[in-house]
């Protein structure tokens, strides 16, 4: 392999194209018109324009991303996160095409694809599932049966996608019927599959997930866990590693499960096993992601693992360079999603230009980006900003990092959720580690947001005052150095 083309964009293609250099492999960024000027593209040694500014006409063309890598001789594609990252017909289509693709097979990636597919694969090994059906409902009456089985309330899921598409919790039986149809006609729309399936509600939970590595020659491990609880729509905000509850034996039951998993459908390259971990501590298998995480820079934290360079590697055929006896976990990290959203305002995307943008810095903070100072935020994309991570010697001195390179990231010209970034990780709830995935419903409102928003804007109007009089000054030093008078006094 001496060549990648990086399928994706932003800052996860900067981050791919960097590991790639590395290693001493050329790369080449795809891009769409609204990404012309973007940083990855001047990055990377090569650059193929590929649509329009609609993924939909540009990251999406698995045809035109194929063409592009046939056109500049590259050998392999890193799809990155998003995009065609998790389509199986993509992946069969780039080895059709004699190309590696840096990821699991097709089929791995189907039979993990359908959350009913992924339960069924992943039975014969032990592994703890949340009670519910096995297939795709029906009908109502057949709905109605499981409810009485299992009790409420109950989820319906659906099976295919995710994001909490297609997801409705029922209390009742009075609203079977009309949350089914619901949930059906999401799916449907979402997916263009409208199979759902019934399970228990799992009350209170923490989202926990394995990151783990699969070769080509049946070597896996895992590389512990990252717990993901906090998130807003079901989408995560706030990620760290390792989890502020596991013990380190219910770490290693997780971890073997998760490499279980990954057993199962006989999984090569880096993935991502979820659970659910209930109050009394019963962990249950959720599903798989067939790709690199937004949030595994906190292991590669934890770990000193370059997963890109792994993966890079699982690619090329060889095997991990390590085993799990070599694995050790060492201090605490935290991720914080920078989006161009609003929290005040119910995390409405908040779409602008960045007229200021001054990233942290100092010892164990790492930021994942794709923008610079004056770039406009498309409206085409998901708003991410970075992804801001902290890593110190232990939990809380990760937390008072993060906390400082809050405050030392200035942006202007677009609503973030930094402020409630600063706010989450400061909470009770989350430095004592007692929260859950309804950390959002139960402790935030836009109103706690007053305090920190209002830093902010004294904060950027001190940087927009600071910066009118330092241009002030320079300009006044140019005209000086063309007065004769001022440069007789000087001499």
């Known amino acids: 392999m001496k060549k990648i083309l990086v399928a994706n964009r932003g800052e996860i293609a900067l981050r791919i194209m960097r590991s790639a250099r590395e290693m001493g492999l050329a790369t080449v960024a795809v891009y769409s018109d609204a990404d012309r000027l973007a940083p990855f593209v001047r990055f990377a040694d090569e650059a193929v324009h590929i649509g329009g500014p609609a993924s939909s006409d540009s990251y999406l063309r698995g045809d035109r991303v194929i063409n592009a890598c046939r056109a500049t001789g590259a050998d392999a594609i890193h799809p990155g996160y998003g995009f065609l990252s998790e389509n199986a017909n993509f992946a069969r289509q780039v080895a059709e095409a004699g190309i590696i693709f840096i990821g699991p097979t097709p089929e791995a990636m189907e039979v993990m694809g359908s959350k009913?597919?992924?339960?069924?694969?992943?039975?014969?090994?032990?592994?703890?599932?949340?009670?519910?059906?096995?297939?795709?409902?029906?009908?109502?009456?057949?709905?109605i049966n499981v409810a009485k089985e299992i009790g409420f309330p109950?989820?319906?899921?659906?099976?295919?996608?995710?994001?909490?598409?297609?997801?409705?919790?029922?209390?009742?039986?009075?609203e079977l019927e009309s949350q089914m149809k619901r949930a059906i006609s999401?799916?449907?729309?979402?997916?263009?599959?409208?199979?759902?399936?019934?399970?228990?509600?799992?009350?209170g939970p923490r989202h926990i997930e394995i990151q783990v590595l699969a070769d080509q020659h049946g070597n896996v491990v895992h590389l512990f866990e990252r717990e993901c609880s906090i998130q807003r729509r079901h989408q995560k905000v706030v990620e760290e590693a390792p989890s502020s509850v596991l013990?380190?034996?219910?770490?290693?039951?997780?971890?073997?499960?998760?490499?279980?998993?990954?057993?199962?459908?006989?999984?090569?390259?880096?993935?991502?096993?979820?659970?659910?971990?209930d109050d009394r501590m019963n962990y249950y298998?959720?599903?798989?992601?067939?790709?690199?995480?937004v949030e595994h820079p906190v292991t590669e934290m934890i770990t000193g693992i370059d997963l890109v360079r792994e993966q890079i590697k699982v690619a090329e055929g060889l095997p991990l360079s390590f085993t799990q006896d070599d694995l050790k976990i060492h201090g605490h990290a935290i991720e914080v999603r920078v989006y161009a959203e609003d929290p005040q305002n119910g995390f409405l995307p908040d779409i602008g230009n960045l007229r200021t943008y001054k990233r942290p810095e100092g010892p164990g903070i790492r930021v994942d980006d794709g923008f610079e100072?004056?770039?406009?935020i498309?409206?085409?994309?998901?708003?991410?900003?970075?992804?801001?991570?902290?890593?110190?010697?232990?939990?809380?001195?990760?937390?008072?990092r993060m906390t400082r390179a809050i405050n030392d990231f200035h942006i202007s010209g677009v609503k973030t959720t930094l402020a409630f970034g600063k706010f989450a990780i400061n909470h009770e709830a989350f430095k004592s580690g007692n929260f859950d995935t309804h950390f959002v419903k139960n402790f935030f409102s836009p109103e706690v947001l007053d305090v920190f928003v209002d830093d902010e804007a004294r904060i950027a109007a001190l940087?927009?005052?600071?910066?009118y009089e330092n241009a002030k000054l320079a300009n006044t030093a140019v005209e000086n150095q063309h007065n004769p008078e001022w440069r007789s006094r000087r001499n």
């Open 463 to 467: 940087a927009a005052s600071l910066f």
């Open 247 to 277: 013990t380190p034996e219910m770490r290693d039951a997780m971890g073997k499960s998760a490499c279980d998993v990954a057993r199962a459908c006989n999984y090569v390259g880096a993935g991502t096993v979820e659970f659910l971990l």
């Open 116 to 143: 009913l597919a992924a339960k069924n694969a992943v039975k014969s090994y032990g592994i703890p599932l949340v009670p519910g059906t096995d297939s795709a409902i029906e009908n109502l009456d057949e709905a």
């Open 154 to 174: 109950l989820l319906i899921k659906a099976s295919a996608g995710g994001g909490g598409k297609g997801m409705r919790i029922v209390e009742e039986a009075a």
């Open 285 to 293: 298998f959720l599903e798989m992601n067939t790709r690199l995480q």
């Open 186 to 203: 999401e799916a449907e729309s979402a997916f263009g599959d409208g199979a759902v399936f019934v399970e228990r509600y799992v009350s």
């Open 373 to 376: 100072e004056g770039m406009d």
């Open 378 to 400: 498309p409206i085409y994309y998901d708003p991410m900003i970075a992804k801001l991570v902290t890593h110190a010697g232990d939990r809380e001195q990760a937390i008072a």
